[in-house]
């Protein structure tokens, strides 16, 4: 017994202790279970408040923008091309008087150049000349829509319209 306790005293001035069951520590950490009830994390209703369609189990909501999606009817057809229809622009006499000379040729690609109307996907636009203001030259009008008070005025002052 006596020299036992000298070994160990040897062994404690060395810095070296024997392994015992209390000195034992783990590598990583006890995991914390997760608390239950009015102070923890997940109790009771488990996060999904009380009651009610979403609280049950398995619950499957379909989101409500994807229900007003559905109610849209689909379009139709090969290769649609999408909502834009060939939008009519709208040409008044007096813009015709204050950007053309007396004599000119007026059609679809010479408006659009002045920017009396836009091109679309490099197609000329379709043009159709109304008869608000007044006109006092002699304008060529060709591959326009013409409404019939102003090809009245155009003819009246000495132009045409073909």
Not at 61 to 83: N, Q, S, T
Request: net charge positive; proline share 3%.
């Amino acid at each position: 017994m006596l020299r036992l306790r000298l070994k160990l005293k040897k062994l404690q001035l060395n810095n070296f202790t024997t392994m015992q069951i209390n000195n034992l520590k783990r590598k990583t950490k006890n995991r914390k279970t997760e608390l239950v009830g009015r102070g923890g994390k997940r109790g009771k209703t488990c996060g999904k408040g009380q009651k009610g369609q979403n609280s049950r189990a398995g619950r499957k909501k379909r989101p409500e923008m994807r229900e007003r999606i559905k109610k849209i009817p689909k379009l139709r057809g090969y290769a649609f091309k999408g909502i834009h229809k060939d939008y009519v622009w709208p040409v008044n006499l007096n813009q015709l008087e204050s950007n053309f000379k007396a004599g000119s040729k007026v059609n679809p690609a010479v408006i659009a150049s002045l920017g009396l109307a836009e091109v679309y996907k490099g197609k000329n636009p379709v043009v159709k000349i109304l008869a608000t203001g007044e006109l006092t030259k002699k304008l060529e009008i060709s591959g326009c829509l013409v409404s019939a008070s102003a090809k009245e005025k155009i003819e009246k002052v000495g132009g045409s319209v073909k």
